[in-house]
Each structure stands twice: as C-alpha cells, then as structure tokens.
Nanobody
Framework: QVQLVESGGGLVQAGDSLRLSCVASGLTFNNYAMDWFRQAPGKGREFVAGISFSGVTTSYADSMKGRFTISRDNAKSTVTLQMNSLKPEDTAVYYC?????????????????WGQGTQVTVSS
C-alpha cells in the first residue's frame, strides 16, 4: 500500500518560514517525480513545485519562485518543501504527490498518488 505522509504544517506569521516534509512508502520512490500542490478554501488544487526523480531538475509556480525550495532524499524516500517569506495568501492545505511516470509534473490529472495534506496558515 502506497503512503505519502506529510508533516511540518502549522500557524505562522507573515514573513516566517516553514519546512514541509513528505515520507513515501510502498513505492519505488526514485522512479517518481514528486510534486507539492496546495489548495486554499474555495479554490482548486494548484501546482506549487516539482522535482525530477533524480533531484537534478526542479520547477516552481511563478508566485513561489525565489521563496520556496523543493528537494528530495531518495535514500530516505523523502521530499521536502522549504517555504520562506510566507504570505497570508500562502494559506492552504499542502499536498505531497507522486507523478505518474511520463506525465507532466504540474497537472493534477498526472498525479498517481496523493498524501493526506498538511495545513499551513499564515497570519498577517
């Protein structure tokens, strides 16, 4: 059974940092590109960042560039999202996701496995 378990969410103030982690089990982790998505109340799920199966290539949504950093440790089957300079508009549930091999990273329909999500709340 595949599991993606996120941790690290919480309540912070604008300008603070958070580090989200996702531990994967039940899959061959280094066969999958990994993404982070987020979903704010009343909105659809949006792409945040992605990383190739090797970790060499990364991609970010425009509003996260320069503030968020995605990384992975294949030995520990872990993907992390370092979030700096957080803004109230970053408030959302953040989801770890494994991309179906050969599919586009930033597409919700490309996701094969989802985590349960972790809440990030940024107060002004």
């Amino acid at each position: 059974q595949v599991q993606l378990v996120e941790s690290g969410g919480g309540l912070v103030q604008a300008g603070d940092s958070l580090r989200l982690s996702c531990v994967a089990s039940g899959l061959t982790f280094n066969n999958y590109a990994m993404d982070w998505f987020r979903q704010a109340p009343g909105k659809g799920r949006e792409f945040v960042a992605g990383i190739s199966f090797s970790g060499v290539t990364t991609s970010y949504a425009d509003s996260m560039k320069g503030r968020f950093t995605i990384s992975r440790d294949n030995a520990k089957s872990t993907v992390t999202l370092q979030m700096n300079s957080l803004k109230p508009e970053d408030t959302a549930v953040y989801y770890c996701a494994a991309v179906r091999p050969g599919r586009r990273w930033y597409d919700v329909d490309s996701i094969q496995y989802w985590g349960q999500g972790t809440q990030v709340t940024v107060s002004s």
